[in-house]
């Protein structure tokens, strides 16, 4: 069985003459492992859709499955805890906490589960030494560029081993070289550590490091091209695509 | 470009609601204490003008002796000699305290008996008696009065009216009514002078002179006035009575501590203002940049700020005067019905001086612009890049400025002042720490947040809560420091007040004890303010001497005095007998012998508040001012008994006060019943010998002690209502702080609901932060509350007054208590709203 299995999603905001769809019977399902880009231009309900999947939002109609379980019926504790155990997030501009050293910032979710404080900060400079910030353990996020600091976000997003990466536009901050080291690191998430990732980018480059592309339109899934080793960051195909979309 | 920036600035005020309205609450508080209490003085003051001056009605001159005691005619012919003085008649009059229930179930607190010259006082005032018939100088038992008080006391023409006396309930015919009075004040009771002499036992005297003169011309009146000084000496005064000054000087001390009050609320109005638009700035650094980039200058945006903070000055000014009128108009009706009982004292409608006005506005408007400044003036050097630049990380690392140097500098002057044991350097201390606190509180926050987020971390912040909740706090120290000087502001008051109010209650119930420690008290209707009590002659005392079981019987007299141009109360006591009923507290002078020295030729006891104001010490002479001329008295101790401890007062013997003053009512009487005396038997025969003297009341001298204990609570309760009330702006300075995060942070906040924090845990960072910024406000709160409680006793102590400093444990329990209850308020209304984001709207919050 898929690790997110998504049927008929529909978000609507607002209500009456002023009612936005932003997602329009979406369907989706992802593997375990599996590594999904999601495209589309701007308000095309890409984010929504993330959003959905990470139960950060309840949908108007239609239902997410994660892990076998049915997070619409979920009361809000028990899907703050889904969300801690299962999912990790990566976002657009980082959301570290200014005050926290990298350390910490990667512990957070440990913390916030109630882990030793000991363990937690063992497990995430474990974490940040596998995406390569092991000599900028004790840096508070404005000593760290922003490539670092999204990479601390990553450690962030996996140190509760969670099955699943959500990343909204991570690399929407970042310079170009910052922005192919993180889809990289994304890449690895899902080869390497075994997650399954999915990701909004507006950038054909950064999406051509997935297995699989989704095309969003106006709130309506209206393509998908698959990419195996021997297309694989093809940025020019992916290109192609998204403007026939 | 006016027009614009209203707009703009009404726009941003109505865009934040809440923390517009947090901000002018503060404004509000500041303004109202200030506006309600300045109310206070002027109303009592008119009351008292109206009460004991007005008997004066529309003559030109008045004269009395200064010290308030009769005198004899001859300075009435001395009057007349004046050149330009048209008529002249003199008078006696009196206030006579009314026991309640004396009249039945009409309330009357006091009368006003005058005694009149009866043709002298025709040419000088109009009598039109609207039924009966006007006073003549032959008549005897018989009087005038208003028709009001008939009314009242539902008399008519030619009934009798009760008056208690010195010698007991006497009655005079009513022959004459005269048409109600339009001034507030006491109702007269008029008699003729040989009437009033003898009901006073002040036979041939005069307490009062009017004259009419012969000129309007005002600078010819100040010609006369002074050839009429002159003449008489300088132990006269012209225009009113000067008695009852001691009230006086009691309320405008009152008054100062109250305006100290609101200058400290206002004061943390100004915090919480300069916070509010420090937040905005860095807030609107985008927007302001914008303005910026398309050719607005710096003048324009300072005057933006400025504007907005104009307007929420102006229109927190407004209300709270509004609502400082209703707590003033509030605060006198109830002291209204208090001091009509305590010092009969009428009350009329609320007085507001046109300076308050102009003060309240320059201070509420005043502080808001002078607290927008500074932010105003930081934002005009906003540079227009920053409309293009992304937002920055914000982390501020603090570091030492001068500003925490010289803190800490004011912080060791200030301990200097207080080890000089000088009353005015540890005042001038006080201030100083209180300034040096509030510029060292920036790099104090680190430190002291870690500390107590471990603490707390241990108690309640678990899941790293308490971790997030400091590095908030420490996030922006200069805010953090701001409010927790606001909180600061609040707990010290709590806790000196507290240390003075341990002191005082141990110090007075001390000598409380001491002085009225008798077996029985009878007082007179108005303690220590003596002037207007009817005493009773020493037939009375003689009586209850006289009477089975009754040991001994001491009694007190009084007469009014100067010395050194004070005004002083002189209590007559029989030096043989006080001691064994009472004694005084002795603060100077040899306590075995001074009461006896009292005996010996003119000798004086001064009391603490008397002594500091004349700075007087034991072996000095005086020189006091009687009805008989200046008599050379010498001190021979300092003390005080009780009911005196706040008012200028000293102790002669009875012989002198007969001698020099020609007074020997009693107004006080305390006796002890023999060792072998059954209180049950002998208290009726008290109460037999009292039904002729309803002026007093018999207390038992235990009873007494148990009733002034409790007024003191009640009194300290009033007081720490008080309190609470000063404690508001403390609380929505820490709201306002708390509720300016929870926006900041809001996207942060989504963060960390978004990664798994669930409501409970948001809640608890915002709580726990809270928490911390109230224990540090507390911390500094106890530091600075410990200070100024100490120079308060120091001060009142050398003001005279009987108190030893002792250790506020209960303040500093009732301030921590105050300090975490303000922390868990705060932080209700941020918390729920922190808990309750939507996350996806948080997390793209800009």
Same mark, same amino acid.
């Given at each position: ?38 495209? &589309? ?12 999947? &990470? ?144 990701? +909004? ?20 899934? +209206? ?23 | ?77 001395? /009057? ?61 038992? /018989? ?118 009050? =609101? ?43 400025? /504007? ?7 229109? =927190? ?69 920053? @409309? ?92 953090? @420091? ?32 001491? $002085? ?197 609570? $009640? ?61 540090? =406000? ?10 100024? =409680? ?57």
């Amino acid at each position: 069985m898929a690790l997110i299995q998504a049927e008929e999603l529909t978000r609507v905001y607002g209500a009456g003459e002023t009612a936005v769809t932003a997602l329009d019977h979406a369907s989706l399902g992802v593997e375990a492992r599996e590594f999904v880009a999601v495209m &589309g231009p701007s308000g095309c309900g890409k984010s929504t859709l993330l959003y959905l999947l &990470g139960g950060l939002d309840r949908p108007s109609a239609g239902r997410v499955m994660i892990d076998g379980i049915s997070i619409g019926e979920l009361t809000d504790d028990a899907l703050t805890r889904l969300r801690r155990q299962k999912i990790g997030f990566v976002f657009q501009s980082f959301n570290l906490i200014p005050m926290l050293d990298a350390v910490d910032n990667a512990a957070l979710p440990l913390t916030l589960d109630g882990v030793a404080a000991e363990k937690a900060r063992t497990r995430a400079t474990e974490w940040l030494q596998k995406v390569g910030l092991g000599n900028r353990l004790t840096s508070r996020p404005d000593q760290l560029s922003g490539g670092q600091q999204q990479r601390v976000a990553v450690a962030r997003a996996l140190v509760a081993e969670p099955r699943l990466v959500l990343a909204d536009e991570p690399t929407g901050n970042l310079d170009t070289r910052s922005s192919d080291e993180i889809a990289g690191l994304l890449r690895q998430v899902a080869d390497d550590w075994g997650r399954a990732v999915v990701m +909004v980018t507006h950038d054909a480059h950064i999406a051509s490091y997935a297995d699989r592309i989704l095309f969003l339109r106006d709130g309506v899934i +209206v393509d998908e091209l698959r990419l195996d080793a021997h297309n694989r960051a093809n940025a020019e195909l992916v290109a192609e695509r998204l403007r026939m979309v | 470009m006016l027009r614009l920036q209203l707009t703009l600035a009404a726009r941003y005020l109505l865009g934040r609601k809440l923390r517009t309205a947090l901000t002018t609450l503060a404004i509000v508080f500041g303004t109202m204490v200030i506006f309600g209490m300045g109310m206070l003085l002027p109303t009592m003051l008119a009351a008292f003008q109206a009460n004991v001056l007005a008997a004066a009605g529309q003559v030109d001159v008045t004269v009395t002796q200064k010290s308030g005691e009769a005198f004899t005619r001859s300075a009435l012919s001395k /009057v007349r000699a004046v050149p330009g003085v048209r008529v002249v008649a003199g008078s006696l009059s009196r206030t006579v305290n009314i026991p309640s229930g004396y009249y039945g179930r009409t309330q009357l607190g006091a009368l006003t008996l005058t005694g009149i010259d009866v043709d002298a006082a025709q040419a000088l005032h109009s009598y039109a008696v609207t039924s009966g018939r006007f006073l003549r100088a032959s008549d005897e038992s /018989v009087t005038v009065i208003t028709a009001n008080l008939a009314e009242m006391l539902s008399l008519h023409l030619g009934d009798k009216l009760h008056l208690p006396t010195a010698d007991g309930d006497i009655t005079l015919k009513i022959v004459g009514l005269l048409p109600a009075r339009s001034q507030p004040g006491n109702e007269e009771v008029l008699v003729t002078l040989s009437e009033a002499q003898k009901l006073l036992a002040l036979p041939n005297r005069i307490n009062t002179i009017e004259a009419n003169l012969n000129t309007t011309d005002q600078a010819q009146r100040d010609v006369i006035e002074g050839a009429i000084q002159s003449s008489l000496g300088t132990d006269y005064t012209l225009g009113g009575l000067s008695g009852g000054s001691e009230l006086l000087a009691g309320l405008q001390t009152g008054q100062a501590a109250f305006s100290l009050f =609101g200058f400290l609320a206002l004061f943390m109005g100004g915090f919480i203002i300069f916070n509010t638009f420090r937040t905005i700035i860095a807030e609107r650094r985008h927007d302001i940049g914008m303005l910026r980039a398309i050719g607005a200058g710096r003048r324009t945006i300072v005057g933006l700020i400025l /504007v907005e903070g104009l307007i929420q000055g102006v229109v =927190g000014t407004a209300i709270g005067m509004a609502l400082g009128y209703l707590m003033g108009a509030g605060i006198l009706l109830m002291m209204g019905s208090l001091y009509r009982n305590f010092v009969h004292l009428n009350i009329g409608a609320p007085v507001i001086e046109p300076q308050l006005f102009v003060q309240t506005i320059v201070l509420g408007v005043g502080v808001t612009l002078l607290a927008g400044l500074l932010p105003a003036l930081s934002a005009s050097r906003v540079s227009p890049l920053e @409309a293009l630049r992304p937002a920055a990380v914000e982390h501020t690392t603090q570091r030492f400025t001068r500003g925490n140097i010289a803190g800490a500098g004011l912080l060791v002057l200030a301990l200097l002042g207080l080890v000089s044991h000088n009353a005015r350097m540890a005042a001038l201390g006080g201030l100083l720490f209180l300034i040096g606190l509030v510029l060292v509180a920036p790099v104090l926050v680190q430190p002291i947040a870690t500390f107590f987020s471990r603490l707390l971390t241990l108690l309640v912040a678990r899941e790293g809560t308490g971790e997030l909740a400091q590095s908030n706090v420490v996030r922006q120290p200069g805010r953090a @420091a701001v409010t927790a000087s606001a909180t600061m502001v609040g707990l010290a008051i709590v806790v000196a007040m507290g240390g003075m109010v341990w002191s005082l209650t141990g110090g007075f119930l001390g000598i409380l004890q001491k $002085s009225l420690g008798s077996d029985y008290l009878l007082m007179p209707p108005a303690v220590s303010l003596w002037g207007s009590n009817v005493g009773a002659k020493p037939e009375l005392a003689n009586r209850l001497r006289a009477t089975p079981g009754v040991a001994v019987v001491s009694t007190l007299r009084y007469a009014a005095a100067t010395a050194n141009g004070k005004s002083v109360a002189l209590l007559g006591i029989d030096p043989v007998n006080y001691t064994k009923v009472a004694s005084l507290a002795f603060q100077a002078g040899d306590p075995q012998t001074a009461l006896a020295d009292l005996s010996r030729g003119r000798a004086l006891i001064i009391n603490g508040v008397f002594a500091a104001q004349t700075g007087l010490h034991p072996g000095d002479s005086v020189h006091l001012s009687t009805p008989t001329g200046q008599q050379l008295y010498q001190v021979v101790a300092v003390g005080g008994d009780y009911l005196n401890a706040k008012i200028q007062t000293a102790y002669i013997s009875q012989a002198n006060l007969q001698r020099d003053f020609h007074k020997s009512e009693d107004i006080f009487l305390q006796l002890n019943l023999a060792p072998n005396a059954n209180a049950a038997t002998v208290e009726p025969r008290l109460k037999a010998i009292l039904k002729d003297y309803p002026q007093f009341k018999l207390v038992s001298g235990q009873n007494y002690f148990e009733e002034n204990k409790q007024i003191f609570n $009640s009194t300290f309760m009033v007081m720490y209502v008080l309190l609470g009330v000063l404690a508001a702006p403390s609380l929505i300075a820490l709201l306002n702080t708390l509720a300016i995060g929870v926006i900041e942070r809001t996207r942060e906040i989504g963060m960390l609901r978004a990664i798994g924090a669930t409501r409970r845990q948001v809640r608890r960072i915002v709580m726990t932060e809270s928490l911390l910024l109230a224990a540090i =406000g507390t911390a500094f709160g106890l530091l600075a509350g410990l200070y100024l =409680g100490y120079v308060m006793i120091l001060g009142l102590s050398t003001a005279g007054y009987p108190v030893d400093y002792v250790f506020p444990a209960g303040g500093l329990v009732a301030a921590v208590a105050i300090g975490l209850l303000l922390g868990v308020v705060a932080a209700l209304f941020p918390a729920r709203q922190a808990a309750r984001m939507n996350i996806v709207r948080a997390l793209r919050y800009e």
